[in-house]
């Protein structure tokens, strides 16, 4: 599952520009009628709309870096924001059976933000590491009221659960490609434990096995074949 696009909410726009295009160096720019930012995070578009109440919870994405590059890819990122840590460590292996590692950081209106290695896909790169190594949008958090339910539609949308069976509070869905992260709402964003998760109204389109719609809590998530 491969994510094209993503679509969630900002109640400060300026700062989701200042952000993305100036201190991590990406491809972000107000729409033509300011209504929105969009940003290109390698083969993903990440597009911003202004929402002022911000009371659902926090974002949580997570941007796929070459797992070859992990140690430059943590280096070029601690030179630009400090790196959330999870008892005094600041690089995270992933659960078991997904060969990844990671570091995380706050992004606008404090989302969870993460770079995210995953050992099993393989990605040549040579030169410095910039942000044009950022491949894709990796991961999306979605808070819903029922994650088993919620996992179930994902799958009879084709899209599976994810290296483990799901969990009532916790369920990945997808493939090394791209994952949506189903949690119950209220739990919060690793690493954190003052940022919950919240059924925030995101918009995800993903290339999927065929062509699908499923709603999860608050979300929509299209599949194009």
Excluded at 11 to 26: K, N, P, R, V
Excluded at 27 to 37: E, F, G, L, N
Excluded at 80 to 109: A, Q
Aim: net charge negative.
């Amino acid at each position: 599952m491969q994510i094209l696009n993503v679509t969630t909410h900002a109640s400060d726009l300026d700062e989701c520009e200042q952000f993305y295009a100036h201190i991590l160096g990406l491809p972000a720019a107000y729409t033509s009628d300011r209504a929105a930012v969009e940003v290109q995070v390698g083969s993903t578009t990440l597009r911003f709309e202004r929402e002022e109440s911000q009371d659902a919870g926090f974002d949580h994405l997570a941007f796929e870096v070459p797992a070859a590059r992990f140690a430059e890819a943590k280096s070029w990122l601690t030179q630009r924001v400090p790196l959330l840590l999870l008892n005094g460590e600041d690089e995270i292996e992933g659960p078991p059976g997904w060969n990844s590692r990671s570091v995380y950081f706050s992004g606008p209106s404090g989302s969870v933000l993460e770079l995210i290695a995953r050992r099993d896909r393989d990605h040549a790169a040579t030169g410095p590491f910039t942000s044009a190594d950022l491949l894709n949008v990796s991961e999306v958090g979605l808070a819903v009221p029922d994650v088993i339910a919620t996992a179930q539609a994902a799958e009879d949308a084709g899209v599976r659960p994810f290296a483990a069976p799901p969990a009532p509070a916790f369920a990945p869905v997808g493939d090394r490609d791209g994952l949506l992260i189903l949690v119950q709402p209220g739990r919060p964003w690793l690493p954190t434990t003052d940022r919950p998760s919240g059924q925030r109204r995101i918009s995800v389109v993903a290339r999927g096995a065929a062509p699908a719609v499923f709603e999860a809590g608050a979300a929509t998530v299209r599949l194009v074949g």
